[in-house]
Nanobody, 129 residues
Framework: EVRLVNSGGGLVKPGGSLRLSCAAS????????MSWVRQAPGKELEWIST????????YYEESMKGRFTASRDNAKNTLYLQIKNLNSEDTAEYYC??????????????????????WGQGTQVTVSS
């Protein structure tokens, strides 16, 4: 059974940083690209990044380049998202998702739930002073 478990969210002050994690099990982790997606309250799903199977190639939504960094540790079956200089617009539920192939491909900024077959349960990030 494919399982993705998100963690690492919390309450952060503006300007702070966080590292989110996604622990994967039930499939061969390094056979697949992985993605990060977020959903702010009352808004659509927003694609953040997709990283390829070995972590050497990644795409980012244009507005998130520079502050968001996806990485992965295939030995630990874990995906990460480092976010720096957080602001209130980053307040959202953050999800990891399993791609259908090994290569990273960019997505449109707004996506649907059926873009991916498997999702983590999400981790809430709240940016507030």
């Amino acid at each position: 059974e494919v399982r993705l478990v998100n963690s690492g969210g919390g309450l952060v002050k503006p300007g702070g940083s966080l590292r989110l994690s996604c622990a994967a099990s039930g499939f061969t982790f390094d056979d697949y690209a992985m993605s990060w997606v977020r959903q702010a309250p009352g808004k659509e799903l927003e694609w953040i990044s997709t990283i390829n199977w070995n972590g050497e190639d990644a795409y980012y939504e244009e507005s998130m380049k520079g502050r968001f960094t996806a990485s992965r540790d295939n030995a630990k079956n874990t995906l990460y998202l480092q976010i720096k200089n957080l602001n209130s617009e980053d307040t959202a539920e953050y999800y990891c998702a399993k791609d259908r192939g090994s290569a990273a491909t960019p997505r449109p900024s707004k996506i649907q739930w059926n873009e991916y077959d498997y999702w983590g349960q999400g981790t809430q990030v709240t940016v507030s002073s």
